[in-house]
Each structure stands twice: as structure tokens, then as C-alpha cells.
């Protein structure tokens, strides 16, 4: 992970909500809108967004995988920041992209212009908007989930963790398996069934064993997983978005 230097606050930014939110998650999609607006911030939705191609990328399809990216490149011609809920996706908008298009001269330009602008959620709330969080909940001990991709490309572990600091009454407890992947990995899941089933119920078993109430991630993928695990064993551990929690816990909505 490279260290960027960041912009001051914008007054407008696009959100790129990703499939998972739009077809899984909208609350989580609404609540980013919710906690940015509440910073005076106007949220912009491009409506023709779709995937960002990353499982056809990493199931080892980068011709599929660019014509899918290829469809984001014109999406956001202004020059405002691009603020993606999911760490996953923001790394492969930043990181990715370029690559993809490493033959194509227009394409790539503006890929590395649409790079330099993305920004997942709490990467934004902490160092660009310098967000300042009021908790009004209750004293709560919650566990962190980061993605793989999202704590390497995009340090998600430490700006999701700067943001539940904040909060003054929710305690936040390290678990034995935090850098380790949850089994979801896109298309992994799907293929490789059994193994990810194993990798979710380690993952979920590390957390509990915290006394953690549940847990906190910022990738929908992961949360999908992982709650799966747990309402195949019927337990009442779940799993929440940042965002959802932190509007919960602010009062960034009524």
C-alpha cells in the first residue's frame, strides 16, 4: 500500500456504491450518503455504474474484467472524489485499473485519473473529511473485519479502527484471526465451497472468543459470508457495515 497524499474537503463527491450495496446492502449505501451529507458534503450517484469487474479479474478473466471497468472510466468527469463503500472495490478501482488497461494509452490516462480520485469510505472520513465522531450509544465491545485486499491495498484496518476510536462508549477488541481472510474472495466462495466454509467459521469462532457483541466490516462480500456462517448455525452473532454502525451510533440519520 503506497502513501497518497490526500485533498482537503470537497464540497461534492461521487458515490460508487458497488453491486453488493445495490443488490444486498442498500442501507449501508444510504448511511454513506447519510454520514457524508451530514459533513456538508453533496453526494452525486452516477446511475449508469455497474460491477468494477473485480470477480472476473480475479477468477482470471482481465479481458472480461476490462470491458466491465471500461464501462466506469467516463462515469465521473468531474473532478471530484470518487468515495466507494468497500475496500475491495476501491482497490481495485486504484490499483487495478490501470493495469487493465496498460496497453490502451486513452483508456489507461484515464484510468490513473480515475485512480488518483477513489477513496474508500473510511479512507475518506479520516483523512480527507478529518471527520470528528460524536458517539450517543451505549457502551457496546464490538470485533473489526477487514477484507484481504481492502487492509492491503487500501489499510482499511487502520482507518476503520481510527473511526470506531472515536467513539467514546464502544469498545473494540482485537481478534486472533484479524489479518486473515474471511473465505469469501469473490468467486472463491463459489468454487471452492468447503474451504470457505472452514475459513468463515475460524474467522467467526476468533471473534466471538473476543466476548465481542458482533463485528464491524466495511466489504459486503465479507459480510455476506460471514453472517451466512452464522445463520446456517443459527446464532445471534452478526456482522454490520461501518457505515450503518456509524450512523447508528451518531444519530447521522433519524
Known sequence: MEK?????????????????????????????VALLEREGIRVHFPR??????QPA??????????????????????????????????????HHYPRLFADEPEARAKALALADRVFELSEFLVHVVQVKLTDRGSAETVALHTSCSARREMGTHLTGADLLAQLCNVK???????????GFGGTFSLKQPDISSAMAAD????????GARGFISADCGCLLNL???????????????????????????P
Not at 473494540?172 to 474471511?182: A, D, F, R
Open 57 to 94: 479479474y480475479t477468477s482470471g478473466y482481465p479481458e472480461e474484467a476490462r470491458e466491465v471497468a471500461r464501462k466506469q472510466l467516463d462515469l465521473f468527469p468531474l473532478p471530484w472524489p470518487v468515495v466507494v463503500p468497500s475496500g475491495s472495490c476501491g482497490g481495485m478501482m486504484r
Open 203 to 210: 474467522k467467526v469462532a476468533a471473534m466471538q472468543a473476543t
Open 227 to 253: 453472517n451466512h456462517t452464522l445463520e446456517a448455525r443459527k446464532e445471534a452473532f452478526r456482522g454490520e457495515h461501518l457505515a450503518t454502525f456509524l450512523c447508528r451510533r451518531t444519530g447521522a440519520k
Open 172 to 182: 473494540l477488541e482485537v481478534h486472533g484471526h484479524e489479518s486473515e481472510c474471511c
Open 4 to 32: 497518497r497524499t490526500y485533498p482537503g474537503k470537497p464540497r461534492d463527491v461521487y458515490l460508487y456504491a458497488t453491486c453488493l450495496v445495490d443488490m444486498f446492502h442498500p442501507d449501508a449505501g444510504m448511511d454513506t
Open 48 to 53: 449508469d455504474q455497474t460491477c468494477c469487474g
